[in-house]
């Protein structure tokens, strides 16, 4: 299990609450060497850049197999206690893309609305993005949140889509979840309202630092 402590370069991340994230790239062939994998520095890239918060990474790079999958995701919310969990690839419906599956293995509860969002943003973009199968499910006070496989559509699924003048005209999945992650009990996520402003009712916001 490899860890990546992150400081966060925010002057103001001291007094935001640390968060624990797990992520996961899914390849057969990134795994074993054929190619240099690029879903976890994308994932990271992005999450340091959309959150406020002083951030610790546990990566894991794995093939595409159920058991693996669901064990790897196991051991990243039961043993390492991360608070988010994001996974890249085994989305689509080739025979070997089975993490959804895998995820659904571990699930105590699932988030429907995850998926049909992800698909609707995507759908902006090219026409497959209704032959994805990406879920989100609750394990304990963890969300874990499949995405799909290429740097680009990442950004695009978190972030959203941006008219010309980059203002966000459809918000990205990444909205909704820091105040999902307050629901279940992990900890305030704080956003760059540049790259990404979260949404709460005004009840569950804080008081800006």
Known sequence: MHQTPT?????DAAAAEPVHVGLVSISDRASSGVYADQGLPSLREWLQRALRNP???TERLIPDERE???RALRELVDDAGCDLVLTTGGTGPAPRDVTPEATLDVAQRVLPGFG????????????TAILSRQVAVIRGKALILN???QPK???ETLEGVRDADGRVSVSGVFAAIPYCVDLIGGPYLETDAGVCEA???KSA???PR
């Open 7 to 11: 400081p966060s370069p925010d002057p």
């Open 55 to 57: 951030l610790r990474f």
């Open 68 to 70: 693996g999958i669901a």
């Open 116 to 127: 049909e969002e992800m698909r609707r943003i995507s759908r902006h973009f090219v026409p």
């Open 147 to 149: 995405l799909p496989g």
């Open 153 to 155: 559509s990442i950004r």
């Open 199 to 201: 949404f709460r009712p």
């Open 205 to 207: 916001r804080r008081a």
